[in-house]
């Protein structure tokens, strides 16, 4: 039996487009002789709706869609996605999250997403009520198991125990001869590997086929990274969809392997095809086509240029390097050898004059005073001003260039380099980007070895580096990674070997900077933990811990 994975990219609310996106992949499919076809969760919808679906036509308006959709399906069945309505005099949330098995221009069956994920960047208890039977669908005198994203999440591969169902288990126990599941499962470092031993151990348990359809695509903080599979019985990988592209594949699971698949690329490919497609569908989904970016000759500005160039094209990015008094002529002659090596443009507009008019305007309220961070705020701050100027006069949207060391302790300027609508490298900590910009140098120099090899530094006052202020990059991630996504207490990371005044310093100033990072611009998530969307914080509050 050929199945067709539709690894499909659909845009939050778009029915006629994501319609279309469906039928066009469903086709593409039954020409490749698939016999039955996957699409991923909520496929018609977009992945995740949020509060949209509260909106007194948006249900409405995708059961029309679904109704358009079921028309033009013939006898080769298509499984998508969609919200439906729960029943509108029983208790409970107002929508489902569902399935809908089209065949012949009907719809046959509705199922319902039985777990509901309510932690980390979910949310779904909020919109849903839960499935309440898990039943297999007979069709051609096969039973398939169909289930929905979190319903094949198990115990062993969650942060702890969240439910007290087993959607596998209770289909596998009415017997079942293949199961499918629609998923929008959301990327981060690990998760592709992490989601293959789920998925073989699954099908070891059923002793059945499993395959799994993943959405492609970014929407909003998210990006989702396709990685669809097939499993056979034995638990043995035996085809992996490639990641981060919208592609549809053909497979016969019930044809066995001997040996996993391997999946293709490392860490460092990952997160930058990841960051990529982040980029290229918020802009394009935003309706904007091109993007616009401060080029200071540092290591975060240079890594946020090649993913600009590559994912929208070099002639949509546009850079500008403002030196003041403190930048080095090496690091205005490091953007421009970056400008030239990707094939942007980039203009030199020095900030000088601006930051002394400014101290002179200031001159009488600041008089006996030194000048301390004040003064490179300003930098900042009237770099952000031109950067968003540049913007509004050519329709960019401005990309921050700030990594997720310096969000994290607040090394940076709100209203700023802070400025902007993209925040593209946010949750990458400056480990990871010197790892990324190697990565990227690998076969030839493209972020010049200049900004790579020199120490990091802002180029706010005269000979200033990042460790004037900050702990060695090295120690500072991993106090980060352990308090901010392990959620460890200071006492616990001392205990694991850190100095203790660094330790609480770091904790300090993470707690201390929450009001700066909700005034940021959305970043895209490639850890565990991103600040924003999955990480909610109070600003206000005195806990110490």
Known sequence: ?????????????????????????????????????????????????????????????????????????????????????????????????????????????????????????????????????????VWNGMRIGVTICEDIWTEDYLQRPFYDRDPVNELAAKGIDLLVNLSASPFHL?????????????????????????????????????????????????????????????????VPVENDVPIADCESSHIYQALVLGVRDYV??????????????????????????????????????????????????DSFALAANLGIRCDEVPIGPAFDAIKETMGSI????????????????IRGLLMMALSNKENHLLLTTGNKSELAVGYCTIYGDMNGGLAVISDLPKTRVYEVARWINREREIIPWNTIDKPPSAELRPDQKDQDTLPPYEILDGILELYVEHHLSADEIISRGYEEGTVRWVQRRVDLNEWKR????????????????????????????
């Open 366 to 381: 600041f008089e006996g005073k030194s000048e301390d961070v004040t003064e490179e705020n300003m930098q900042a701050r």
């Open 1 to 137: 039996m050929k199945i067709g994975i539709a690894q499909i990219n659909p845009v939050v609310g778009d029915f006629p487009g994501n319609a279309k996106r469906i039928l066009g992949a469903y086709r593409e499919c039954l020409d490749a002789g698939a016999e039955l076809v996957l699409t991923p969760e909520l496929s018609l919808v977009g992945y995740p709706p949020r509060d949209l679906v509260f909106k007194s036509q948006f249900v409405p308006k995708c059961l029309q869609a679904l109704d358009y959709l079921a028309g033009e399906i013939r006898e080769v069945p298509l499984l998508a996605g969609y919200v439906d309505h729960h029943h509108p005099t029983r208790p409970g949330k107002p929508f489902r999250n569902a399935a809908a098995w089209l065949e012949r221009g009907q719809i046959r069956h509705r199922i319902w997403k039985t777990l509901l994920p309510t932690y980390d960047v979910f949310d779904e208890r909020r919109y849903f009520e839960p499935g309440v039977s898990s039943e297999p669908i």
């Open 518 to 545: 909700h005034q940021a611009a959305p970043g895209l998530r490639v850890t565990t933990k991103a600040f924003g969307i999955g990480r909610r914080m109070p600003i206000v509050q005195r806990f110490v811990g």
């Open 284 to 333: 394009t989904k935003c309706g904007f086509s091109s993007v616009c970016l401060g080029l200071s000759g540092g290591i975060d500005s240079a890594l946020t240029a090649v993913i600009a160039s590559d994912a929208l094209g070099p002639q949509n990015v546009r850079g500008l390097t403002m030196p003041s008094a403190y930048s080095s002529r090496g690091s205005v002659d």
């Open 190 to 254: 690990g998760k592709p590997t992490l989601r293959r031993a789920m998925i073989g151990g699954i099908a070891r348990r059923v002793k059945a086929p499993v395959v799994y359809c993943n959405t492609v695509g970014a929407n909003d903080q998210l990006v989702f990274d396709g990685h669809s599979l097939v499993a056979g019985p034995n638990g043995r990988i035996q085809m992996q969809v490639p990641g981060f592209i919208e592609t549809c594949q053909v497979v016969d699971p019930f």
